[in-house]
């Protein structure tokens, strides 16, 4: 079902002037709503709950005696967007700086006066209200990146309701970061694979220095690769590193790429023009306005998290660009914010002080957490930890990416179902140490691995050298297309899978979660922006 509710624009000094549309759907197996609500929080900033549909579907998969709430913020979705009549292309880049322009100055001319009543905050306090409409007697939470953010400030609003809390990706108030996980991919490539040690050797410094020399445009390179040179030739790369870290499945090509960039054999600037001419075609992505709201994105991306420095000192998008080139790093984030501060009309405004505070907790918080996040990295989920006490726990996840819940982590889903079924009184955590989870195939020697190299480098040789399949995997390379081209997302698919709470019914949970993603489901054509601004 779903629900359209009014709300004050501006509650504290005109509470019956304006208002906004909040749009809400809900999610239940039987003839009516239960006792037990789940609320699913989206990220961005900017994102609607649109793309959490299958998400709902899956939770009640897990436990169909939970009724699963998808609350548009406001700006957003079908919540009184603010928005150009079509979103820019998703990635910044210094060749489409025009397109976005014009997009914020129809933002400013359109919806200037009232973009300060569009924030965390106000957004917060709509789903405290919405909650006390509904009043179940057991409230849990799931937010994920951006979401973790709006999901602190609800918990310092008097009254707010909650029984048990899962932030998955944390974005801790008041951090601004550089991100090191291209580094420590590479460092990984190098401890788990002789053939990624022997083309970066032991300390993994040659994508550093290969970056360098082509910000200073020595790399021998360049003259065989056109794109190189052009305007944005550092960006792209930048932005492909970027592509190579935040999408799980495409880890194995992290080192396969900077070799190929290394190496220019003209076999390989072959094969990184086919990389080139894929990526392309997927950066020009424009996400649909029920999905995403770029102009409720930049306002509170220039407003509450990334404006700490003051306009005199705060970089150009310019000069964001070499720093965070320079430095290996994926910052996403602080490009956007960058590109805003370069608007010196956009109408900021002053956040109230909670945007900067950590909450207090009163009952249990689940910080979910992935070894290899490039938006909000480990030492973020820490950070959030202990800002938020004794009622927090932590857990890492190996090898993931940005959002531990993805289609096919039965640890994760495993996880998730007991915080929420004992609403946080307990949860079993032993299976993120064990075998369930291995490194990639940095070797290339695997058929999924050869099929991605296929796929983005038009051969299955992963590092372009021979290599060959190991004995005990399969003869042939995965075929890909582009449905396969990233990380197993979710997709509109409705799942009817019952469990019940037994020892048993978690092994069903096991099995029949593989069975129906492997039959069901299939990824995004689209990468999400986990990879880039969605934080």
Known sequence: GCAYRTFPLDRDNDPTGSTVNSFTRVFYTGESSTDEAVFLIEGGPGFSNHAFIPVADFLLSLNPGWTIYLQDHRGTGLSSPV??????????NPSNTTEYQSC????????????????????????????????PPKVGIYALSYGTFFTNTYMQIPGARYDAVVLDGPLPPG???????????????????????????????????????????????????????????????????NYLTATKDAH???????????RCTDEDAAQLNTFHAQRTAADTYRSPTYDYSYGLGINIIASELYSLATDDVALTYEQQLVVMSRMFSDGGGQYSSSFARDVSNWPRYTPPAISRNFATPTAQVLILIGSLDPNT???????????????????????????????????????????FTTWGASVNTSCTTSSYYTPPDFDGSEAPARGMSEYMFGTADVWNNGHQLDANSTSDAVAMTSEDSCDCDWEDEDVEVVLGSTLAGMFLLVCLVVLFFVLKWTPKTTDTLMSDSKL
């Open 175 to 241: 951090k601004v970061w550089n991100s090191q996980v291209s580094n420590d991919l590479t460092d990984l490539c190098v401890r788990e694979s002789s053939v990624c040690s022997d083309a970066f050797d032991e300390m993994g410094h040659h994508p550093r220095l290969i970056m360098d020399a082509l910000i200073d445009g020595s790399l021998p390179c360049l003259d065989k690769l056109p794109w190189l040179r052009e305007e944005d030739g550092v960006h792209l790369v930048r932005t492909y590193n």
């Open 377 to 419: 990295q480990f030492g973020l989920g820490k950070w959030f930890e202990r800002g938020l006490g004794d009622n927090a726990q932590m857990v890492k996840v190996p090898y993931a990416t940005h959002g531990t819940l993805t289609a096919t982590d039965t640890c994760v889903h495993a996880m998730i179902y007991e915080f």
């Open 83 to 92: 928005n150009c009549a079509e979103n820019p292309s998703f990635y910044f």
């Open 104 to 135: 914020n100055d129809y933002i400013i001319a359109n919806y200037g006066s009232v973009m300060a009543h569009h924030n965390t905050y106000n957004a917060a306090r709509d789903l405290k209200e919405t909650i006390d409409i509904i009043n």
């Open 252 to 262: 194995v090509l992290m080192g396969p790429f900077w070799h190929r960039l290394l």
